[in-house]
């Protein structure tokens, strides 16, 4: 079988990357294993426009952020779904530094991060003595309903090859790959953490990153928000208008990719001292971020083997990164555009030459 490109892995890197290609009339074949524990099964979907303690604005946000919004809304479109839905962040402050960190970046101005004014709004709902605040716009894209639907596509199409791809198997020429019965003329790596063992990349600064979060029924809480205190509480769109997903953990240092009791018990305490109404816990997901030293994305073609490229190092932020950078990358094959320097695996031309 002949064919343009082969894409390995349908998380939401590999799904952009096929359906700018499916655009542009282009052949190509997905290999993706289905694995139930990936990080874009198990996400929660959050674009969020700032982050961590100090609200700091997140790279490349103005272009990243309007530009996701309409991806999403695009590919939605096409597939009849909802895929994305806007949404604010009530932060509950969970302490004074919080407050005042938060309070600071409202004087400067910031577009994202806004005072609430209806500071008893919630209390009905939520335990939360220091004051809340609204991040907007927050958008959550709905990977629960959007990478079945793609599969679906990609299977109704005959793109798509549901098995492990071994990589001991594939034959590199200069101008083309081989795959057991496979000939094409490139082949793109999106399989998330497999690409760390992946012997013709296996030399990037890749840092895996552990992520918990629960999955709870709570049928009184109003879903146009996601609300957070410490962890976010953020409604998930795909399994019905009760259930919330709470998360997530961010461990450098860990044994496995298992759930923890440690993280499922801290979690549950935190949710019975800030919520005010009952929840049930339904789900408890565990995965690897694909996260690099620098947290920034690894895009384009390997410096000495032109026909295999990479789409992978999406972080925390897969969701506005991977839609962004896929489309960046079809651009880069088909029109010869530039990457940007600061995600391009170019970057990393000597480590990559030297293997
Ligand atoms: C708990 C948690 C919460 C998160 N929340 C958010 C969030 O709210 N917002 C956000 O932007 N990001 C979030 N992230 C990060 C986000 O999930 C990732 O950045 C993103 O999903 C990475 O997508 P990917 O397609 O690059 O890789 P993956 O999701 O890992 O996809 C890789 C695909 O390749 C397949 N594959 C791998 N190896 C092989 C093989 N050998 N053969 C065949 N197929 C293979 C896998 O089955 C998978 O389908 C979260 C991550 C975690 C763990």
Redesign the pocket.
């Known amino acids: 079988m002949q064919t343009d490109y082969l894409i390995?892995?349908?998380?939401?890197?590999?799904?952009f990357l096929s359906y700018y290609l499916k655009k542009e009339g282009k052949s190509f074949l997905v290999?993706?294993?289905?694995?139930?524990n990936?990080?874009?099964?198990?996400?929660?979907?959050?674009?969020?426009p700032v982050t961590g303690r100090r609200l700091v604005t997140v790279w490349m946000v103005d272009e990243i952020l309007p530009f996701a919004w309409k991806a999403y809304q695009e590919i939605g479109h096409n597939l009849d779904i909802t895929a994305i839905s806007q949404k604010t962040i009530i932060d509950f402050f969970p302490n004074p530094f919080m407050r005042e960190s938060f309070l600071q970046k409202i004087e400067t101005g910031d577009k994202y991060v806004h005072s609430f004014p209806e500071q008893n709004h919630f209390n009905n709902l939520f335990n939360y003595d220091l004051g809340c605040g609204e991040i907007r716009p927050v958008y959550?894209?709905h990977?629960e309903t959007l990478?079945p639907a793609w599969r679906q596509q990609l299977q109704k199409d005959n793109n798509l090859l549901e098995?492990?791809?071994?990589?001991e198997q594939l034959k590199v020429e200069t101008t083309k790959i081989k795959y057991k019965n496979i000939t094409a003329n490139k082949i793109i790596f999106?399989?998330?953490?497999?690409?760390f063992e992946n012997p013709f990349f296996k030399q990037l600064p890749f840092a895996p990153?552990?992520?918990?979060?629960l999955v709870v029924e709570i049928p009184d809480l109003p879903s146009q928000h996601i609300y957070k205190k410490n962890m976010?509480l953020?409604p998930l769109q795909g399994m019905g208008a009760s259930y919330f997903?709470i998360?997530?953990?961010y461990i450098w240092d860990f044994d496995n990719a298992d759930p923890t009791a440690a993280f499922r018990e801290s979690t549950e305490q935190s949710l019975r001292q800030w919520l005010k109404i009952p929840f049930k816990i339904v789900e408890h997901?565990?995965?690897?971020?694909?996260?690099t030293l620098e947290r920034r994305p690894f895009v384009g073609f390997h410096p000495v083997h032109s026909s295999i490229g990479i789409?992978?190092?999406?972080?925390?932020?897969?969701?506005?990164?991977?839609p962004f950078f896929a489309k960046q990358l079809t651009d880069h094959l088909l029109y010869e555009e530039p990457i940007a320097k600061d995600a391009d695996v170019k970057r990393f031309s000597k480590i990559l030459t030297r293997s």
């Open positions: 390995i892995g349908q998380g939401i890197s590999g799904t290999i993706d294993n289905n694995y139930s990936s990080p874009s099964k198990i996400a929660a979907g959050i674009i969020n959550t894209a990977l990478l098995e492990n791809f071994e990589i999106c399989d998330g953490t497999s690409s990153n552990k992520g918990e979060a976010l953020t997903w998360g997530a953990s997901r565990s995965g690897l971020r694909p996260a789409l992978n190092g999406m972080g925390t932020k897969g969701c506005s990164l991977a």
